[in-house]
């Protein structure tokens, strides 16, 4: 291992990014008790986690079989989604085990993880990735994210969530007084802070469908759509929308510039002069959503 990488934490040349470190492994027979390093995971200085996972399961085919390789290819895709959607170095199953995290420093958490990776994880060279199948994708549905951000925002503001936060669709009167349902997950009316009213859409394309992220980034902008035909100058809207963070096992670059794609199409109404009022905010975490919700919601 590089000598510059695990660093005395006392160090008189300080770091460019420093912070713990730990392997992951899977007990693919509790009885056994046998466990294989399958990645390495590192949070930095501003604990955000960084990581890197195997990302074929053939080398355990020859020791366990087909089905054995499927069920460790299971626990493999559970540790992605546990990280992604969770952040922590609990685990979530007892055949998936965190080690002892140490200090760990370098010139960035990319390099750090590579070598750790190249390091502590032996069997990354084995077996015939061509010849496994692939993870499975990792996927947040709307529905589930809209759950997340709501117990993420009432764990920080329980009243804010029950004034601006909507389980139900929104009815508004157009011009002639006809009701509209508007499925919108923000929506606060003028109040003594604020003139306007505030409205906003929540969405996920982290799923690998074509047709799901589709269907839900459009159903969000004709709903925000309409909300700023019948509101006028008096509302301001907002686009929240998740996409499945970069490297993500399963998403290759050409789902990627789907994504791309499909939000530009669906956000490309709202770049017109008359429509600038409803803000875009795409991001990979839905805590950094969350935040931008609740900034919106009170801002």
């Not at 466990?35 to 085919?61: C, E, I, M, P, Y």
């Not at 994880?121 to 015939?128: L, Q, T």
């Not at 409205?199 to 047709?211: K, N």
Request: aromatic fraction near 8%.
């Amino acid at each position: 291992m590089n000598a510059n990488l695990l660093v005395e934490a006392n160090s008189e040349e300080p770091a460019a990014v420093s912070g713990k470190w730990c392997t992951v492994s899977v007990m693919p027979d509790p009885l056994t008790g046998e466990r294989f390093n399958v990645g390495v995971v590192f949070q930095d200085s501003k604990r955000k986690l960084h990581w890197k996972l195997l990302d074929s399961t053939a080398a355990f085919r020859c020791l366990y079989g087909e089905d054995g390789e499927s069920n460790l290819r299971y626990l493999v895709s559970a540790i992605q989604e546990h990280l992604q959607h969770h952040g922590s170095f609990r685990s979530p199953s007892s055949q998936i085990l965190f080690g002892q995290r140490a200090y760990a420093a370098g010139d960035d958490a990319e390099s750090i993880l590579d070598e750790l990776y190249q390091t502590m994880v032996s069997i990354r060279d084995h077996g015939d990735p061509s010849d496994a199948e692939p993870l499975r994708a990792p996927t947040l549905s709307t529905m589930d994210l809209r759950k997340k951000v709501t117990r993420l925002a009432r764990d920080r503001d329980p009243n804010m969530v029950d004034r601006v936060f909507r389980r139900d669709p929104v009815a508004l009167h157009d011009a002639k007084e006809a009701p509209h349902l508007l499925d919108l997950q923000i929506f606060a009316e003028p109040d003594l802070t604020h003139r306007s009213t505030r409205f906003g859409s929540i969405v996920s394309v982290y799923s690998t469908a074509q047709i799901t992220r589709g269907y839900y980034l459009n159903a969000g902008a004709l709903s925000l759509i309409n909300a700023q035909d019948i509101l006028g100058n008096g509302g301001h809207g907002a686009f929240f929308i998740l996409r499945p963070p970069e490297g993500t096992t399963g998403y290759t670059s050409s789902i990627v510039n789907e994504i791309d794609e499909q939000i530009d199409r669906a956000v490309f109404p709202f770049q017109r002069e008359a429509r600038r009022r409803v803000r875009i905010i795409s991001t990979d975490s839905p805590e950094e959503l969350t935040e931008e919700a609740i900034d919106f919601a009170l801002r």
